[in-house]
């Protein structure tokens, strides 16, 4: 006999629940074409029914006495069933147990009895969503763009809907703080911090991440956050851009917000304590006169990606399992009336679909997916896909069997669901959800700007360092990747073993291509009028010209035209009136400036750090396939193109096969079986882009996690390249000689302009 449980992920259904199809009276594309009244209908049926009322003992022995009455025999058997079942025993027990041992994020489990309103009452609730920030602030500082992005541009639509529902329910999707320049304010790692060592806080302890105010990370200040905080959010979803930081400066940033982080997928699975999870997995809102339940979830896809320190004593479970679980937890403990699912992760799983196969990830995620399964969601908010939808106002149901909200990316809009209910049978019913997505102001709110103004001009300070080299003109898209890659393998040599031993790297060479702004050389006053003289007098001579030519045209023009060669005299025509052939584009002189830090922040947009592995030649050739394909100009994907650095590499004339590869130094070849050193991206040596596991990299095949540099901990590759820019003994390589030069000694780098 199987038995339900709210705490159990694996149960089903009771007996007696409603068919769980997420489309009750036909298949998706006819459900996606019904009407307004149907969709409200099936929402208020969904409500009723998802999830079952548990069989709770007293009507399990009302029960067991009806039968006994009809049939004695079976009453043995029931009793037997129930205590072998006992829904409200170990797993109750369970719930409580991590509650009370602080187990749950600091969440605690209350058992609440359901809200009563007088009957055919009505409210609105209006839930408002962000999601994918990144750490962006504004785009109209730093590196201005031409269209406003980021929170304080939402910071006036938030304040718009507040005022028209002061009860308005806040939340965003995940990756807060790491991706824009503005995300995270410089900071030195002080010696035995867990940025400083790899280290970080045992997520098994009790006691709060982040918690610690000694050095570290833990004293970090994060502008995004206090913005967040500012704009009074209610909840938001753990996002794999947040992991990456590390668990040390992530939990610095749980620790300064005031809204709760979630994640109710993400389990303890060491240190003594038994289970439970590392953030709390939901938190439960009151806003007119409505309980309103919000359960967080992040895509398990996160462990593919990360490095394992970063997931210590943790492991992601499946979303499905984790909502089978929570959600009756929020139905008939905490007795709310809405559920709303915030989820780090996009509507489809083909995101997931790889790293499954690869065997990083057993279980996939997928927002859409959850939906379709009916587990009692009243509307999703999925993130992680950068999508914003639905793009314009709508109360239909759409491809889902729940509404979904998409909340867009980096602050370029919000997502908003207004949900009327009204109470029938004693209880809240939703009647309608209409949809929205509102664009962000074209300017920021200058009281949010005024909030966080000081920690813009520190990262400003910190991204306006100059290096020793200077930006002499904008590179064209190859020679900015040639460059990229001859840097990216000069910074992991400097910054490591500098010996023959590794003379090899592998490392990223498709930055984020985004040209560089430069100003016009300025002109003295004395040229400049010489030039307007100069212009004045070409225009007099080029209109006497141009008389004097017209006119022999139209004589030989004519002449044609009588021989009857129409199309001949039409081409020299159109030809003279310079209709064929584009005019040459005199171009203006260039004042070279120095490379900044920023430009680093703006092309090398992910946080890798650097990796010594030990790989056979062959392995080598395997990684270096997106680079020949790169080369052939095919379709690749960037994170796949690896710059052979300390390599020369022979393909065949058709195809993308490697047939040899070189030492650059002396041009021996190196051999298929031998195993030679070779700089990684952690990020490469984790899975990602599918290239560890097709070349079949072990895990024993790691030498180093990070270079030994002596008297610091220089191992991210972006500050990597930064320090081998400022270093005296550099010079330009030969891929970049194109458009960057040493910077002349003596001269004033200048700063970034804000």
Excluded at 191 to 203: I, L, W, Y
Excluded at 560 to 576: I, M, N, T, V, W
Aim: glycine share 10%; net charge positive.
């Amino acid at each position: 006999m199987a038995c339900f449980s709210p705490f159990n992920p694996a149960s089903h259904q009771p007996p007696g629940a409603r068919d769980p199809s997420p489309y009750p009276g036909g298949t998706r594309r006819q459900s996606s074409r019904r009407s307004s009244a149907g969709i409200s209908a099936q929402i208020a049926a969904q409500t009723d029914a998802a999830p079952a009322p548990l069989v709770t003992p007293k009507i399990a022995v009302k029960i067991a006495v009806k039968i006994a009455v009809k049939r004695g025999a079976m009453l043995l058997i029931l009793l037997a069933a129930l205590s072998a079942c006992r829904p409200w025993g170990d797993d109750r027990e369970r719930i409580e147990d991590w509650s009370r041992r602080n187990l749950l994020g600091g969440l605690e489990v209350k058992i609440r009895t359901p809200i009563h309103a007088p009957e055919g009452a009505h409210a609105i609730v209006t839930i408002a969503a962000t999601g994918d920030l990144k750490g962006w602030i504004t785009n109209t500082v730093l590196y201005p763009r031409r269209r406003g992005a980021g929170l304080a541009h939402l910071a006036p639509v938030i304040a718009d809907l507040r005022a028209g529902d002061p009860g308005l329910v806040l939340l965003d999707a995940g990756d807060i703080v790491h991706g824009a320049l503005s995300g995270i304010l410089p900071r030195r790692p002080s010696q035995g911090s867990a940025e400083a060592t790899g280290a970080m806080e045992n997520p098994g302890s009790t006691e709060k991440p982040g918690s610690r105010k000694e050095g570290g990370a833990g004293t970090s200040a994060f502008p995004i956050v206090k913005l967040m905080n500012a704009l009074r959010y209610d909840a938001a979803a753990l996002g794999n851009f947040d992991m990456s930081l590390g668990w040390e400066a992530l939990g610095a940033a749980i620790a300064k917000s005031d809204f709760p982080w979630l994640s109710a997928n993400l389990e303890r699975t060491g240190g003594g304590t038994g289970g439970g999870t590392v953030l709390p997995p939901y938190r439960v809102l009151e806003r007119n006169g409505v309980r309103i339940g919000i359960l967080g979830m992040t895509t398990p896809r996160v462990a593919a990606y990360l490095a394992p320190r970063h997931l210590k004593n943790m492991a992601f479970s499946g979303m499905e399992a984790a909502a089978r679980r929570w959600v009756p937890v929020l139905r008939e403990i905490e007795g709310v009336d809405l559920v709303i699912g915030l989820f780090h992760s996009g509507l489809d799983d083909d995101y997931d679909r790889e790293p499954i196969l690869r065997g990083k990830v057993r279980i996939g995620g997928g927002a859409g997916k959850i939906s379709d399964t009916g587990l009692g969601f009243d509307l999703i908010v999925s993130g992680d896909a950068h999508r914003l939808s639905p793009r314009r106002s709508t109360a239909a149901l759409g491809a889902y069997a729940v509404p979904v909200l998409e909340p867009g990316a980096r602050g370029n809009g919000l997502a908003v669901a207004t949900i009327e209910l009204s109470v029938q049978g004693g209880r809240w019913r939703v009647n309608r959800i209409a949809r929205n997505t509102l664009s962000a102001e074209s300017a920021p709110d200058p009281a949010a700007m005024a909030r966080v103004s000081g920690e813009l001009k520190t990262i400003a300070a910190h991204l306006g360092q100059p290096s020793r080299v200077r930006i002499r003109r904008v590179p064209r898209r190859g020679e900015f990747y040639r460059c990229a890659g001859a840097l990216s393998h000069r910074a992991a040599l400097s910054s490591g073993i500098a010996d023959a031993d590794a003379p090899f790297s592998l490392l990223p060479m498709r930055w984020r291509f985004e040209k560089p702004r430069l100003e016009k050389a300025p002109l003295k006053k004395r040229k400049i009028v010489a030039r307007k003289k100069k212009a004045v007098k070409k225009r007099a001579v080029k209109k006497r010209l141009k008389k004097r030519e017209s006119s022999k045209r139209k004589t030989e023009n004519l002449a044609l035209e009588k021989r009857g060669d129409k199309r001949k005299a039409k081409k020299k025509s159109a030809r003279a009136k310079g209709l064929h052939g584009r005019k040459r584009k005199r171009r203006s002189k260039i004042q070279p400036r120095p490379l900044l830090r920023a430009d680093l922040y703006r092309w090398m947009i992910y946080r890798e750090n650097l990796v010594l592995a030990s790989l056979t030649g062959r392995q080598i050739a395997l990684l270096l396939e997106g680079y020949v394909r790169h080369l052939r100009k095919w379709v690749v994907r960037h994170s796949s193109v690896l710059w052979p650095g300390g390599l020369v590499v022979e393909v065949r004339e058709k195809g993308s096969e490697i047939v040899g590869l070189r030492r650059g130094s002396d041009g021996a070849a190196l051999n298929p079986r031998a195993r030679y050193p070779v700089w990684l991206t952690d990020f490469v040596w984790n899975g990602g882009g599918g290239l560890a596991p097709k070349a079949l990299i072990a895990r024993d095949q790691k030498i180093a996690a990070r270079p030994p540099v002596p008297g610091g901990a220089v191992f991210v590759l972006r500050e990597a390249v930064f320090a081998l820019l400022n270093d005296p003994g550099f010079r330009v390589p030969p891929e970049c000689k194109r458009w960057l030069e040493q910077s002349p000694g003596g001269e004033d780098p200048g700063s970034l302009k804000k």
